[in-house]
Nanobody
Framework: QVQLVESGGGLVHAGDSLRLSCAAS?????????VGWFRQAAGGGREFIAR????????WYRGSAKGRSTISRDDDQNTVTLQLSSLKPEDTARYYC???????????????????WGQGTQVTVSS
């Protein structure tokens, strides 16, 4: 089992930047995971934002946050970070990190490929 805990959300103004963290605990030493970030706005579906592979050498981005988001990982700290910049009111959502134990990166944006999920952290962007 892997436990994921997100942090770093809050209320910010449009144009601000934010750094979200995903801390992993549990079975993190024996198995490597790719980690993704998703978000879900109120009343909407879960949207893929970014993914970083097991080695940290490859990243993927999609959606409206592409170009304004950067994902990175620090395996010594068991942490994956999502940096968001130039935030807009439409970025308001609950942000989730998730771990994918597969060796493959196919269908990296599908939430069903992520086995472990955190509880999320709320980001609210005021205009």
């Amino acid at each position: 089992q892997v436990q994921l805990v997100e942090s770093g959300g809050g209320l910010v103004h449009a144009g601000d930047s934010l750094r979200l963290s995903c801390a992993a605990s549990g079975r993190t030493r024996s198995i490597s995971y790719s980690v993704g970030w998703f978000r879900q706005a109120a009343g909407g579906g879960r949207e893929f934002i970014a993914r970083i592979d097991r080695s940290g050498s490859t990243t993927w981005y999609r959606g409206s946050a592409k170009g304004r988001s950067t994902i990175s990982r620090d395996d010594d700290q068991n942490t994956v970070t999502l940096q968001l910049s130039s935030l807009k009111p439409e970025d308001t959502a609950r942000y989730y990190c998730a771990a994918d134990p597969r060796a493959s990166n196919t269908d990296y944006d599908l939430q069903e490929n992520y086995q472990y999920w955190g509880q999320g952290t709320q980001v609210t962007v005021s205009s």
